[in-house]
């Protein structure tokens, strides 16, 4: 049918299908800045506005916009002419992932247009429909009420940020000497940055800029994956598992096949039978091979039975529907208890490398210092507890998404979003039975990770398909599919600790019952040494850790945010609170008795190896004075229905990627400017922050760094997955390979100005002489390309050591309804040791976006089943993640400390609050209720529970 409509102020006159949505219209014409992120309009991704009014354009018939006027992105500014509000996102670094911000924009544009002059709470209200999974909405309503000022002509005031607080420390170093430690030193230092003799040296790192991605993203000019259009190209889906654990009996494509449009239809009979690793370690071979790309064993509901390819959407749904399959039902296990059990069924008989297949234990760790039972058997009181945590998902807003093609050289491309191109690329050419050479993948912008998109989820069916048709295919997945496809391993955590009677910790034991669902994916790394570091926070010479990581018929887990380290910190800060209770003592004095300190050993390292910096007495002060925690924590409480109190939780992140390899390439151009090409810059936060890095090296301006990331025919590879470590592992690579260029340049010039290298400076592009000659570096490129016949370029490679470990205190105020058993969060208060923060606006807001997420983890977010494991979680409806309104006051510090082992003294900082919000609300919520509630999320049912339960003794 024919459709007249005005978009972004041009009449356009376009044949549409009747059922089409509006979403798939505007794509399809090329708005790529309208967002699929559902189809039950609840996440806001695909805002417009439909005369004016902002719409999710996912649940609208393109049918019903006939004769409306449409506004997009697009149409509020571009790169050259911002809007005020585009600029404010930007400026205020209100911008991570951005898959959110289009719609974000167009919700505040129409504010705007309808309020001027909105307060806070307006704002919150505009943006509540619009879900964001990074930023923890602080910063986006910021930028709004500081766009609302500009264009009223107010002056607004510059972006400070104070909240950075330095501070210098005697530390005794792990050899035992006691060191001086300045607040910034490195050996990374940049020649001429003043000896690194602190931060305000630096004349682009420790700045709160914004790059170019966020203009991009403001822009909706940023391509993540589906945002191309293909000549010839297909829409692919999958026929999922009904059941959760059978055999495929028989299964009959004909019909499907025979459906005009239809071009392929896959099953386990038309596959390589290759075992492989969805999460392929460093070493090729290093993960657990237990999954088929297609087998006729299905282990959970959406286990994939069959994929299809045809010319629409519509058709290869419509095909699955004529795939007829029968299954011989099996017996299926959900809980890890039930897994253990001597005849529990058993989930894989052929997996090479399972632990114990015939007992479903993907993995099973063991680790032990000192003499733990005579610990326990001296101590003045033993201490225990049972701390259970769902299932959750990372939820990250654009679901997984691929696109597969031949391209003019005949290579396999695989456009795709993830955090590891080389390790998709090697397992697809695994899988596929095809030389790696042979397959580009290209790493594409992502709409959040949260450790969702470490894996090769869909890439694999998506390039089969594109062999069986030699045609372009599209494969995204609905966030019905998305919710099911990984999730957050479910862990029953039991802790028992040993303590004198003045709280003094001599043994600890922490064992551990995780569910990996039907596929291993992170076991070994979970349940291993990075799972078991928390017990670091508080060493003693009597430490037990065990992990069984077991199968059961339900999807997948994967790591998400915290690295699975969360579950067990959420036990371990619960449990120190039970023991300062039981004990009298204080919470946090108890903690400041067992704690770690700079320069401690760790007590789980196979080799010697220490803290070489340590914020956590710092991070503690602060959250326990912003908190008023001696007055509220004993004189709280609120009175009658609702009761209120305080709660603090510490935290430690050590990203494990020790041993990693990264590279980097850098060139410099005839302009001046740079080429900076890694394997993994992580999010635009932190490729903002590793352009930084080299823009300070190379003496230059941050914009004349060029980033290119993740395309892996000429980026270099990255073994590293995590945002978190990027910094870390890529910085390390971009550190010395800026380095190496900046000697380069100086040489050059040296010749050309006839002095000595060493006696160069470079500062803002200029390369000066003590005799006050200078030269720009586009001259020395010209020179170097022309005179001299070279071009100034390096590839670096560089191994990772340990990664230094950042620290939090986290501190929170609530509320609870004691009639309905509503939990409110008032009040966040964090304390983050981040070492040298290189861009603290861009490190505020990743802290600001955990804290969203962790809230979400403690109070709201669980992925549920029936009692045949077939999921009831299926959209943003069932699976509620903070909202604008949702949001408690935030108050984040950051605490700058020293670890020269590390590019620019840097640490990670998000995983490591995320972390430690859980155990806070729910220490608050006991300082509340006077009871513990050990089981999350802490839903009103579960409060309810509590309180009655009290009430009954
Ligand atoms: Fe909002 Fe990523 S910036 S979802």
Redesign the pocket.
């Known amino acids: 049918m024919e459709l007249e409509l005005r978009i972004n102020g041009v009449v356009e006159s376009l044949d549409i299908a009747p059922n089409e949505s509006l979403l798939t219209l505007l794509h399809q014409q090329g708005y790529y800045s309208v967002k699929h992120g559902c189809e039950t309009g609840e996440c806001g991704a695909c805002t417009v506005l439909v005369d004016g009014i902002a719409r999710p354009s996912c649940v609208m018939l393109a049918a019903q916009a006939g004769g409306c006027t449409l506004t997009t992105v697009e149409y509020l500014g571009n790169a050259r002419k911002l809007h005020p509000l585009q600029d404010a996102f930007a400026e205020v670094g209100a911008?991570?992932?951005?898959?959110?911000?289009p719609g974000m924009l167009l919700s505040a544009y129409a504010l705007l247009q309808r309020n001027p002059q909105p307060d806070e709470q307006a704002v919150r209200d505009a943006l509540s429909g619009n879900?964001?999974?990074?930023?923890g909405y602080a910063k986006p309503v910021q930028a709004v009420l500081r766009a609302a000022a500009i264009l009223r002509g107010e002056t607004v005031n510059p972006l400070t940020y104070d909240s950075v607080q330095r501070h210098e420390e005697q530390l005794t170093n792990v050899a035992g000497n006691t060191a001086k430690f300045a607040t910034v030193t490195s050996p990374m230092t940049p020649v001429g940055a003043s000896g690194g003799s602190g931060r305000h040296a630096f004349q682009v790192v420790g700045n709160s800029l914004h790059g170019p991605a966020a203009i991009k993203l403001a822009t909706g000019k940023a391509a993540f994956t589906e945002d191309v259009m293909l000549a010839k190209g297909l829409h692919a889906r999958i026929l999922t598992s009904p059941h959760a654990h059978a055999l495929i009996r028989s299964i009959d494509i004909t019909a499907a096949k025979a459906l005009p449009g239809v071009h392929a239809v896959l099953t386990y009979q038309d596959v390589p039978r290759v075992l492989y690793s969805s999460v392929e370690r460093s070493t090729p071979g290093g993960g657990l091979r237990d999954q088929y790309c297609l087998d006729y064993t299905v282990r959970y509901v959406g286990d994939r039975v069959a994929a299809i390819a045809a010319e629409t959407a519509e058709i290869a749904e419509q095909a699955l529907r004529l795939i007829e399959v029968e299954y011989r039902q099996l017996p299926a296990i959900f809980d890890t208890r039930q897994a253990l059990e001597p005849n529990a069924p058993q989930l894989h008989q052929e997996g090479e490398g399972i632990s114990e297949p015939t007992r479903n234990l993907a993995a099973r760790i063991r680790i032990e210092r000192g003499d733990v039972e005579r610990a326990f058997a001296s101590a003045d009181l033993i201490v225990e507890g049972e701390y259970v945590l769902p299932q959750t998902q990372a939820a990250p807003?654009e679901n997984h998404s691929v696109v597969s093609y031949f391209d003019e050289d005949d290579a396999l491309v695989i456009r795709t979003g993830t955090q590891s191109p080389h390790h998709v690329q090697r397992t697809v050419a695994q899988v596929l039975g095809i030389p790696p050479r042979r397959i580009k993948v290209l790493k594409t912008n992502a709409?959040?990770d949260f450790g969702a998109k470490q894996e090769v989820v869909l890439e694999d069916i998506c390039a089969l398909l594109t062999v069986a048709t030699n045609r372009p295919v599209t494969l995204t997945y609905s966030r019905q599919e998305e919710l099911r496809s990984r999730v957050r391993h479910a862990h029953v955590v039991r802790m028992k600790t040993a303590v004198k009677r003045d709280g003094t910790i001599l043994a600890n034991q922490l064992i551990v019952l995780a569910n990996t669902g039907a596929y291993g994916t992170h076991p070994l790394t979970n349940g291993g040494t990075t799972t078991a570091e928390v017990l670091e926070l508080y060493p003693c010479a009597n430490i037990r850790f065990a992990a069984d990581v077991l199968y059961t018929n339900l999807p997948p887990a994967a790591v998400t945010a915290g690295y699975e380290m969360a579950q067990v910190a959420f036990a371990l800060e619960c449990h120190m609170d039970e023991i300062a209770k039981q004990c009298g003592v204080d919470a946090l004095a108890l903690r400041r008795k067992n704690w770690l300190k700079a320069g401690s050993q760790r007590v789980l390292a196979e080799t010697p190896s220490g803290f070489a910096s340590c914020g956590l007495s710092q991070c503690l002060q602060v959250v326990e004075e912003r908190l008023q925690w001696n007055a509220k924590r004993t004189h709280h409480n609120g009175n009658g229905r609702y009761l209120r109190g305080v709660g603090v939780a510490l935290s430690l992140y050590t990203p494990g990627v020790s041993g990693a390899t990264s590279g980097a390439f850098i060139k410099l151009n005839e302009d001046g400017s740079f080429d900076l090409s890694i394997g993994n810059g992580g999010t635009s936060d932190t490729q903002t922050m590793l352009t930084q890095m080299a823009a300070e090296i190379l003496g230059v301006a941050l914009g004349d760094v060029l980033l290119h990331i993740g395309a892996t025919d000429s980026s270099p590879a990255e073994i590293a997955t995590s945002s978190s470590a990027t910094l870390y592992t890529s910085g390390g690579a971009v550190v010395r390979a800026a380095e190496q260029i900046r000697r380069q340049v100086l040489v050059v010039a040296g010749r050309m100005l006839n002095t000595l290298p060493e006696a160069l400076s470079i500062q803002a592009g200029i390369v000066s002489a003590p005799s006050k000659k200078s030269i720009s570096i586009a001259q020395i490129a010209q020179y170097a390309l022309r005179a001299e016949q070279h071009q100034i370029m390096t590839t670096i490679t560089w191994k990772s050591q340990l990664p230094p470990t950042s620290f939090a205190a986290q501190g929170v105020e609530v509320e609870v309804d004691t009639e309905t058993g509503m939990l409110r969060v008032l009040k966040t208060i964090c304390a983050v040791d981040g070492g040298q923060f290189i861009n603290p606006m861009l490190s505020e807001g990743q802290i600001q976006g955990s804290i969203a997420q962790a809230l979400g983890a403690g109070i709201f977010e669980e992925v549920l089943y029936d009692q045949k494991g077939t999921p009831l979680t299926k959209s943003f409806r069932d699976y509620h993640i903070y909202n604008a309104l949702d949001m408690p006051e935030m108050h984040t510090t950051l605490i700058e400390t020293s670890d020269s082992s590390v590019p620019f003294g840097t640490k990670s900082v998000s995983e490591v609050v995320f972390n430690g919000i859980a155990p806070a609300v729910a220490n608050a919520v006991a300082n509340a209720l006077g009871t513990r509630i050990r089981h999350l999320p802490m839903t009103p049912e579960r409060i309810l529970r509590a309180i009655h339960a009290q009430n009954k003794k």
């Not at 911008?95 to 911000?101: A, M, S, Y």
């Open positions: 911008i991570q992932c951005g898959f959110c911000t879900l964001c999974r990074c930023t807003l709409g959040g």
